[in-house]
């Protein structure tokens, strides 16, 4: 079972969090920032798994993470899951998140968090892996992106113009900045 | 109206979306707070209006804000109105809302049961999946119970997509539901081999984490997920069927040896490491449970550990860590092999990364020997002297810690060299564990008693120097040491060299800074070295009195500043003392002689206690511990205080030992000797071993200590530290020397051979040759004398995943195939009498799972329904129903019995069949162990999970269930009960209200009767026959499935001292009714009864006999023969029986609607009689109850003392019964459509009157 996924940014920032088992939002808070402690002061070549989380979990969990660019993915997972299956499944969700985005970057998870959310539950469902296979996890998202635009999406076209009326006094935005090598490929681990 | 929706469409525009909200956080970073706190305000504007669009918007910013940590539970009524949107795209937003805050508390939670209905049913797959997503994450139990029928259908749904969420969500539906595991795993083992591989690998998802929790009750499966193993290209399906059969075979030695060899086949082939990687594991947890000596294996361990280590020695730091992990595995039933590879893992204690350095140190654990213990351990000092970061830092204290004190310290051979080690780990700066260090120190100074010279001397100079230790404040958590310094110390101040130098430091005024708890530990032994000193004194030379006096003027100066102290304890402590040293003052000016009598304030030895010891005694007899001792307990009385009143005895000693007596010294003598005779008596009391019951100052026994002297006067690096090192140099010599003379011992044949002493000193040697410096008598942790040596006192109770500890091979009764339903939702099932049952034992369920073994009565409760819908389902169900009467039947059986009966084909046998034809074959011996786990498994087979599950059936699949449970209560000695519960009308009015369009036929009656006083326990086992071997009962039932079939369930118990083998079942078989036998058996031939019977044990096992008529009762002769086995001689005896078949036992309980019920009487195809009871005294509602027990029928309505009853034959008779009572007189009125056979049912229902 995953206990918990989590995303966040090299400063501890969430972008995403997803919980399969209850905490209160400040438990929450407390567990991103233990976590977040615990994983960003790993160099980049060392294991992906960390034991000693004592917020989340207890012995039975581990951390499985990976680290891409400015992006922290972390799975909480416990004993029945396969640690080296996880990795791929984190690689498996980033590389769709890759498709659905196309080039994802950090802002993409910022700006469009309920996308990221819609894709993820493509992917794992309570806690339990649902489906592997990209193409299909891309195929469902798209249709489900389809059926939202045949209905007319969330906010239609004159909302859209409106905020950017709204914007125009505001900073410029920050220009969108590539996560880079986000195909990473899992050494010595052949694709599922 | 339309102006409004124009105007709302305006407002939209200027609301903020995510987008915005986003942008404008990171606009405002220096006032963010303040910034969403107005964004909050706007959400709660927009949450007003009516607009679904402006509400979704809003609850999907509010997403976004749960996220940053923000509480948004006070929108949830909001979120449930998003959900419920039409739209697709508002909908999606509202239940992901809901999954990120909604939680078991949440309460709105209970509105969106006809919602999640509504959207599960929805023609668009979408809306079905965002509600099973969404569901999924925030499930509660009565969301389960609600919804569980409705998933349950939407795993057969045409779409695959729709059909594995379904499946994965079970899981949760389980967990919070367990009543639904059993009617549902069927369908969900037909998912096993859906055609879909996503849908395929969700159901091995949920029953591997099911098998996880429980494996035992997933043995069956195991061909099955063979079959699964050997066929499936999926790595994820593969993984977890390999991480399943890890857990499977601790369990079944058999199945391990099975898999082997197709496990050794993926390990070569497989390219994936994630795979190969879990071969290896599931490798070893078959070896781990085939350990005890299969040499033919070694193979196996060798390429698992010779796989691990290429894992290990690979680049990737996360095949590394994990082949690090699988080695730690291995480690445990065969360290040998593992430690062939030790240098490759004291390498990976030097890698950068953590947590390879962590799994590194578990792994040195196992890897210590008696020759390489210290060399490790001084290779783990250096890391703790480099390891930056306290973390690890304590990671290597408490593995070195772990490492020495491993089984009773076995390892170490020179407790010199441990004491100085655990010294020198003092000098670590902010630890936590300075507690350990200090409980190791006592622990060792206690148990090992040739230690506690070189120990106290040792602490006297960390005494001494404690300013080193608490110099700092950070350094605070290793101050815990100087309580076991202070301690060891005090208690063994005849080892002392100066004790008045230690006693001053005790005194000195840093002192109190230290912790309370440690004060007053300080304080109570310088009373002990006082009294040491005192008596020293006054042996010695009269001169030296002047010490005394000294010392005495000491205590008197400085304890002033411990009366003082803030911490009751040391305040306590410090003026008891001080009065003390006063008083003594005062005697010792008149020149009279107290040091013998202030020693005897100390007097006696402390034993170390096992830390289970006081939960170990047992209860005596006649000792009820929930009883009041005093009557009348007085409200004040807190519940604590009780067992202190009980156990005052025990804890006597205790007290006192601290306790500083005004009375006069002879008093306490005299109450020390009565006390004393009292404890010799005493079976509670912990007694001491008989050295330590010598005085205080008897030496403990050193001098029958062969070994050499350690030299202490070797000077000390630090001062006060001694270095462990070079222990380590001297214990090298002694083993050389040792060596050396062991030569000449052999070359004179045998020396004296000493046996070794004392009990925790320890296991054969024979790779070492090294003998310990200290033949060390370690005194054993005392437990009390009769204490019961079971260890399952570690079992949580509250383990949700107990809860789902159901027996699955059980066949289901029909009346579970379809999970209850509460009928106050609009469901198109009617509603039934069962409902108001159902639900109010779910409340109770939790509470009675884990009474079960203790439940006297096997609650039971029949219900029926009638349902618009069943014919339907009845038709998916068919061919489900077609495998599984006979599997489930004979896979019940491998719970109970070592292996299936050969009579009935299915698939407990073929699960037998299976592993038997494991490449090595099954030696006999391992014929026992299925069984040994049997009675493990057999109090949990769930005798309630049956009725726990509210039915729901149809008159003609219904197949009893009771009998089912007599049967496992039976071997329980527990008496099933009939309790029926009455049937609230009132309520059942209500829903029909409610729901006038759910077919409303209400006319539903069933068992009515609510009773206080219990019915007599019936069984439905009846004595077959018995001699002075062997007792038989007898069941007969009906088979639901086949119309022509009848199963005999005899319970052998054997009686004699011998074991029963070889026992042979045969009956004559008759024109009507004949014994099934194996395939290819001649019609005389006998049948095995497929188990042996130790002395005292019974078992089950069943027959099958074909039946052609069953109008008439039959009586079969048959005979068991067996061969009784004793120690000196083994005889054949057989025993004859007659088998009666009655014609209630081709009844099966059916439950029947009054309105079916009623047409059935008016069709007018029933022929009648009648028959009269008389002299009946017992209650109607025992009667009734006694006929569904015994003649399989079931109440279709009561009305005050008239019944209608209800039953069908195998070959689908109806039998119909109106029973009235009137003044101990009842009469029954019976309609069937076969005479002759009603005539029997009648004569036999008389008879069972009779002889009541």
């Excluded at chain 2, 994820?236 to 060899?261: C, D």
């Excluded at chain 2, 196992?366 to 490790?376: A, D, F, P, Q």
């Excluded at chain 2, 618009?868 to 719970?895: C, V």
Aim: glycine fraction near 4%; aromatic fraction near 6%; include cysteine.
């Amino acid at each position: 079972m995953i206990k918990a996924i989590l995303i966040f940014n090299n400063h501890g920032k969430p972008r995403l969090i997803r919980f399969y088992q209850y905490f209160a939002e400040d438990m929450q808070q407390q567990i991103i920032r233990e976590t977040f402690h615990l994983v960003s002061k790993r160099d980049d070549n060392v294991c992906n798994f960390l034991e000693g989380g004592s917020l989340i979990g207890g012995s039975d969990y581990k951390l499985i993470y990976r680290h891409y660019a400015t992006l922290y993915f972390v799975f909480c997972v416990d004993s029945s899951e396969s640690e080296l299956g996880i990795l791929d499944l984190i690689q498996v969700f980033v590389e769709t998140l890759d498709k659905c985005f196309e080039n994802v970057c950090e802002l993409d998870l910022i700006f469009h968090m309920d996308k990221v959310h819609y894709i993820l539950q493509e992917v794992v469902m309570g806690g339990m892996v649902l489906e592997t296979n990209m193409n299909e996890i891309v195929a469902q998202v798209e249709l489900q992106t389809r059926m939202e635009k045949s209905e007319g999406g969330l906010s239609a076209a004159p909302a859209r113009a409106v905020s950017a009326v709204k914007n125009m006094n505001l900073p410029e935005i920050p220009r969108n900045i590539n996560i880079g090598d986000i195909n990473i490929k899992v050494p010595n681990l052949s694709p599922f | 109206m339309a102006l409004k929706i124009v105007k709302g469409s305006i407002d939209r525009i200027f609301d903020k979306n995510l987008q915005d909200l986003v942008r404008g956080i990171r606009n405002h970073k220096e006032e963010e707070a303040k910034y969403i706190s107005t964004c909050i305000d706007e959400i709660k504007q927009e949450l007003k209006q009516d607009n679904i669009a402006v509400k979704a918007n809003a609850v999907c910013k509010l997403t976004y804000l749960q996220m940053l940590g923000y509480d948004v539970s006070w929108a949830a009524f909001n979120i449930v109105e998003v959900m419920s949107s039409s739209k697709f795209t508002y909908k999606r937003i509202g239940y992901i809302a809901a999954s990120q805050c909604f939680h078991e508390g949440t309460d709105v939670i209970m509105l969106t049961t006809n919602q999640i209905r509504k959207d599960l049913s929805s023609p668009s797959q979408y809306d079905t999946g965002v509600a099973l997503t969404g569901l999924s994450c925030f499930v509660t139990p009565d969301l389960a119970r609600d919804l569980a029928n409705d998933i349950m259908t939407l795993m057969s749904h045409t779409k695959p997509y729709i059909r594995k969420k379904a499946v994965l969500i079970m899981y949760k539906v389980f967990l919070k539901y367990p009543e639904s595991l059993r009617p549902a795993f069927p369908r969900l083992k037909e998912k096993l081999e859906d055609p879909d591989p996503g849908v395929q690998s969700a159901a091995v998802n949920v029953i591997c984490e099911l098998a996880r929790r429980n494996p035992k009750n997933y043995l069956s499966l195991a061909p099955l997920f063979f079959k699964l193993m050997t066929s499936s290209t999926n790595n994820w399906v593969l993984i977890k069927i390999i991480k399943l059969f890890g857990a499977l075979t601790p369990l079944e030695p058999r199945l391990g040896k099975k898999l082997i060899e197709p496990l050794t086949n993926l390990i070569h082939s497989t390219s994936a490491m994630s795979l190969l990687y879990e071969c290896v594991n599931t490798v070893i947890a078959v070896l781990i449970s085939l350990s005890s000596g299969m040499p033919n294996h070694s193979a196996s361990i060798q390429l698992c550990v010779q796989k691990l280590r290429i894992l290990i020695e690979d680049s990737d730091q996360n095949l590394k860590y994990l082949g690090l992990l699988a080695m730690s595995k291995i480690l445990k039933t065969h360290p040998k092999s593992v430690q062939s590879h030790k240098d490759l893992i004291l390498l990976c204690l030097d890698d950068k990364d953590e947590s390879i350095r962590l799994r590194a140190l578990d792994l040195l654990y196992g890897m210590v020997s008696k020759k390489n213990l210290m060399e490790i351990v001084k290779k783990l000092m250096l890391h703790v002297d480099k390891a930056e970061g306290t973390t690890y830092r304590d990671e290597l204290l408490t593995k070195i810690i772990d490492i020495c004190s491993q089984s009773n310290y076995q390892y170490i051979t020179n407790f010199e060299w441990y004491v100085s080690i655990l010294v020198e780990l003092t000098r670590l700066e902010g630890t936590r564990h300075g507690h350990l260090i200090a409980s190791q120190m006592l622990d060792v100074s206690i148990r090992v008693k040739a230690i506690r010279a070189f120990a106290v001397a040792q602490m006297a100079t960390l005494l001494d120097n404690a300013h080193l230790l608490t110099g700092n404040a950070q350094r605070n958590g290793i101050c815990e040491v100087l309580y076991a310094a202070a301690w060891i110390c005090g208690e063994f101040s005849e080892h002392l060299e100066d004790p008045v130098q230690t006693l001053e430091a005790l005194l000195r005024p840093r002192v109190s800074t230290l912790p309370g708890h440690i004060q007053a530990v300080y304080m109570q032994n310088a009373a002990k070295l006082f009294a040491a000193v005192l008596c020293g004194q006054e042996g010695g030379a009269p001169a030296s009195s002047e010490t005394a006096q000294e010392i005495s003027q000491l205590l008197i100066d400085r304890l002033p500043l411990f009366v003082q102290s803030a911490d009751l304890e040391v305040q306590e402590r410090a003026s008891c003392v001080l009065q003390l040293v006063k008083y003594i003052q005062k005697l010792r000016l008149k020149e009279v002689q107290v040091g013998e009598e202030v020693t005897a304030l100390f007097s006696g030895e402390l034993n170390p206690v096992a830390p289970k010891a006081q939960k170990k005694v047992p209860v005596p007899e006649g000792l009820d511990l929930d009883a009041w001792i005093n009557e009348a307990p007085s409200e004040s009385e807190s519940e604590d205080e009780k067992p202190r009143a009980v156990f005052t005895e025990e804890e006597e000693p205790r007290y006192t030992r601290t306790r500083h007596p005004e009375a006069d010294e002879k008093e306490l003598a005299k109450r020390r000797e009565a006390r004393k005779k009292e404890q010799a008596n005493n079976p509670f009391y912990i007694k001491a071993s008989p050295t330590s019951q010598k005085g205080y100052q008897d030496a403990p026994g050193v001098e029958h200590i062969p070994v050499v002297q350690i030299d202490l006067s070797v000077p000390l690096k630090v001062p006060g530290m001694s270095s462990s090192d070079q222990y380590v140099k001297m214990e090298e010599e002694r083993r050389q020397k040792n060596k050396a003379e062991k030569k000449k011992k052999d070359k004179k044949k045998k020396g004296d051979k000493r046996g070794r002493r004392g009990r925790g000193d320890l296991g054969p040697e024979s790779e070492e040759d090294i003998t310990p410096a200290h033949m060390v008598d370690i005194v054993t942790e005392e437990m009390p004398e009769n204490a019961l040596p079971s260890d399952d006192d570690d079992k949580d109770p509250n383990d949700p995943y107990r809860a789902l500890d159901i027996d699955l091979d059980r066949p289901l009764a029909d009346s579970e195939k379809k999970l209850p339903v509460r009928t106050h939702r609009p469901l198109e099932s009617p509603k039934s009498p069962g409902d108001e049952e159902g639900r109010g034992r779910v409340l109770e369920e939790p509470k009675k799972k884990g009474k079960k073994d203790k439940r006297e009565n096997v609650k039971e409760e029949k219900k029926e329904r009638k349902k618009s819908k069943e014919d339907k389902k009845k038709k998916k169900h068919k061919h489900e129903r077609g495998e599984e009467p006979g599997e489930a039947d004979q896979s019940g059986e491998l719970t109970e019995a070592a292996a299936p009966p050969s009579s009935t084909a299915g698939e407990a046998s073929d699960l037998d069949f299976w592993l038997s034809s494991a490449p090595t074959g099954p030696p006999k011996t391992q014929e026992a162990e299925p069984a040994a786990a049997a009675p493990g498994s057999a109090p949990k087979t769930t005798p309630d999970s049956a009725p726990g599950l509210a039915p729901a059936s149809e008159p003609e699949e219904s197949k009893d269930t009771e009998p089912e449970e007599a049967k496992s209560s039976k071997h329980k000695k527990k008496k099933p009960k009939r309790e029926k519960e009455k049937k609230k009308k009132k309520k059942h009015h209500h829903h029909h209200h409610h729901h006038g369009d759910a077919g409303g036929d209400e006319s539903v009656q069933n068992g009515t009767v609510e009773e206080e006083e219990p019915l007599c326990p019936m069984s439905n086992y009846i004595l077959l026959a018995e001699n002075s071997y062997i007792k038989m009962m007898c069941d007969i039932q009906g088979n639901l499935q086949d119309g022509s079939q009848v199963v005999v369930s005899i319970i052998f118990e054997n009686k004699s001292d011998g074991f029963l083998k070889s026992m042979e079942f045969n009956v004559l078989d008759s024109l009507n009714t004949k014994l099934q036998r194996p395939e290819g058996a001649g019609p005389h031939d006998c049948v095995t009864v497929p188990f042996q019977l130790p002395p005292g044990v019974s078992n089950e096992a069943r027959f099958v006999f074909s039946v052609q008529s069953i109008v008439m009762p039959q009586k079969l002769k048959g005979t068991i023969t067996f061969i009784v086995k004793s120690e000196d001689s083994s005889t054949h005896e057989k025993l004859d029986f007659k088998l009666h078949f009655t014609c209630s036992s081709y009844l099966i309980t059916t439950p029947c609607y009054s309105d079916a019920y009623a047409k059935l009487l008016e069709s007018g195809d029933l022929k009648g009689s009648s028959v009269r009871l008389e002299g009946i005294s017992m209650p109607f509602h025992h009667l009734l109850a006694m006929i569904c027990f015994h003649h399989h029928f079931s109440v279709v309505e009561r009305i005050d003392s008239c019944a209608s009853m209800y039953s069908r034959s195998i070959q689908g008779h109806h039998v119909c019964l109106l029973v009235k009572t009137v003044d101990q007189t009842v009469s029954i009125d019976a309609k069937c459509d076969e005479s002759s056979l009603l005539g029997n049912v009648l004569d036999e229902i008389k008879l069972t009157f009779s002889q009541c």
